[in-house]
């Protein structure tokens, strides 16, 4: 195939979805001519539960209030329906939303920053030079100097590059039922999460405008229970009628070590195609808006200002790593001990609340885990005076 000698673009990003959406919009936003290539649609449907935390507002600078159904205030947590506790809080700890309508508005949004959104158009193939990277897709090569690869889970662009992560494949699955206006207004803005149904996972329903979404979520399998682990939990919950569901689809969960590589000659990866999905709370999203925005600003530097794209694994390593590697630390000691875990957190309910800030950002797993560290050290473990 003839590929002409000159860049098409200065950057190609795979994938419309939070990461790849927002990695285009910044770099278009910069001045860097940018393609964004989303295989599917728009406006695509994807099987997820669409929970946003709010500290995506501290990376997206333009207002994303228009995608919103729901203002998430609170959460209830359950142990297989009982155990029950439920905290509210005062200040907007996220969002739910549609990801048909979320992903729709962040590639909207990075096409008015100047980027062109090609729809329906596959990577297929990939090839590096010193100059530059050649995207081979259904609708024929395109070249570029850099590459973002945001393509998902199943991400083409990891497996081209040869990019093994060492990540672990959890799998969701996400149920869309009907419910009447008494049960809505019930469960309005409160995410209920259950426990010790699935093992190495939970069962969730989060109250959308109209329509409740439930799923179930797992970090390894076996997966063949799941639909019967979702169908026992609503049955819990007083929902049986709603079954069968109006919608159910699962999709893999890529999550990881948080320590593989992201990058290789001119190619970055963000979000689940670099493996950097929450292992403890399957949340994606905003790991994913992060490392887009990240692979942004790295190919901006190198683009415009030599920098080397290396630059790229220390912003993630900074703001991303550390933290999913504690949560990839703490998902193993829930596994082992999920009823004693459940009772550590949600025992107390300052403690529950510290999940609060983490939502909002105001806090991370590392200070709550040495806080936590701290303060068994100054009573139970402390050794007593004199011996
Ligand atoms: C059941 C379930 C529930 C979940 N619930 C939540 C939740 O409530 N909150 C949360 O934060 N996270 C949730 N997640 C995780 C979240 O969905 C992902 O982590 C997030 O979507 C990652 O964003 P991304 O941009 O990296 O990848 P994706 O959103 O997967 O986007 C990748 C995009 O690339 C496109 N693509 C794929 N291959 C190619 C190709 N070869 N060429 C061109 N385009 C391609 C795809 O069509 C897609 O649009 C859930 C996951 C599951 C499975």
């Excluded at 207002?63 to 329906?81: K, N």
């Excluded at 040869?162 to 039922?177: H, I, M, P, T, Y």
Aim: proline share 4%; charged share 25%.
């Amino acid at each position: 195939m003839k590929i002409s000698p000159k860049f098409s673009y200065d950057a190609i990003v795979i994938g419309g979805g939070p990461a790849g959406a927002t990695a285009a919009y910044f770099m278009a936003r910069a001045g860097i001519k940018t393609a964004l290539l989303e295989k599917g649609a728009p406006g695509r449907p994807k099987c997820c539960g669409g929970g946003v935390s709010s500290r995506v507002k501290k990376i997206i600078d333009f207002d994303l209030s228009p995608c919103w159904e729901t203002v998430v205030r609170g959460a209830a947590f359950s142990w297989r329906g009982g155990d029950r506790r439920r905290l509210e809080s005062g200040e907007e700890l996220g969002w739910l939303t549609r990801r048909e309508v979320f992903d729709l508005f962040l590639q909207e949004a990075a096409s008015r920053a100047g980027a062109e959104v090609r729809y329906e158009e596959r990577l297929w193939e990939l090839e590096q030079d010193r100059h530059g990277v050649t995207a081979f897709t259904e609708k024929g090569p395109r070249r570029g100097r850099v590459l973002v690869g945001a393509d998902g889970a199943g991400s083409v662009t990891a497996r081209r590059l040869n990019l093994k992560n060492l990540d672990s494949f959890g799998f969701g699955l996400e149920a869309r039922l009907e419910a009447s206006a008494r049960v809505l207004e019930d469960r309005k803005g409160i995410l209920h999460f259950d426990f010790g149904g699935p093992s190495a996972g939970y069962c969730w329903i989060f109250p959308r405008r109209d329509h409740l979404c439930a799923g179930v979520a797992v970090r390894r399998p076996p997966y063949s229970t799941l639909k019967r682990e979702l169908k026992n939990y609503l049955d819990r919950e007083g929902l049986s009628e709603a079954w069968p569901p109006s919608w159910l689809r699962g999709a893999y969960i890529r999550g990881g070590l948080g320590l593989g590589f992201l990058r290789r000659g001119r190619c970055l990866l963000a979000g689940d195609a670099a493996g950097l999905c929450d292992q403890l709370t399957g949340e994606g999203i905003y790991p994913a808006i992060l490392s887009g925005r990240l692979a942004a600003e790295a190919a901006v530097g190198f683009l415009a200002g030599g920098r080397p794209l290396s630059g790229y694994d220390r912003s993630v390593r900074g703001r991303l790593r550390r933290e999913l590697v504690w949560a990839n630390l703490v998902s193993r000691a829930v596994d082992l001990f999920p009823r004693k875990a459940y009772e550590l957190v949600f025992g107390e309910p300052e403690r529950a609340r510290s999940l609060f800030a983490l939502s909002s950002g105001r806090t991370t797993y590392g200070r709550l885990l040495r806080g936590r560290l701290r303060s068994l050290a100054g009573s139970g473990f402390r050794r007593p005076r004199g011996t």
